[in-house]
């Protein structure tokens, strides 16, 4: 696998738990306060927002996806893998990841 010149698209995985009373609540404030100061960065290319049920919680992902790891930079600082998580989410959630999984896109086939 070859690099090319230009630089690499990113992927940042973060998860975190919401009771099940919780999960409309934490959705709502992805869309309505995380997905809008994401948009305002230069270099943002989009933001998923999944969950699964487990027992008495709800499991989320939230990957978004970046130019390059300059727009990221821009985002979150130097420390590209430190979750950036707000106040307002972080009194809705059980538990949440303090370090984030970030990869570089190698290839994509979304429709």
């Known amino acids: 696998m070859s690099q090319s010149a230009q630089?690499?698209?990113l992927i940042r995985l973060w998860r975190a738990r919401?009771?099940?009373s919780g999960l409309e609540a934490v959705h709502r404030d992805v869309e309505m306060v995380l997905a809008p100061e994401l948009?305002?960065?230069a270099g943002?290319?989009?933001l998923s927002f999944a969950m699964r049920e487990i027992g008495d919680a709800y499991e989320i992902l939230i990957?978004?996806?970046w130019d390059s790891p300059a727009a990221l930079r821009a985002f979150v600082g130097e420390?590209?893998?430190a979750a950036v998580v707000s106040s307002n989410l972080r009194h809705l959630l059980i538990d949440y990841e303090e370090r984030v999984?970030?990869?570089q896109l190698v290839s994509?086939?979304?429709a």
């Open 7 to 9: 630089p690499a698209e």
């Open 18 to 20: 919401c009771s099940l």
């Open 39 to 41: 948009r305002a960065v």
């Open 44 to 46: 943002f290319r989009g």
């Open 63 to 65: 990957e978004t996806r």
């Open 79 to 81: 420390d590209m893998e």
């Open 101 to 103: 999984s970030l990869y």
């Open 108 to 110: 994509d086939e979304t």
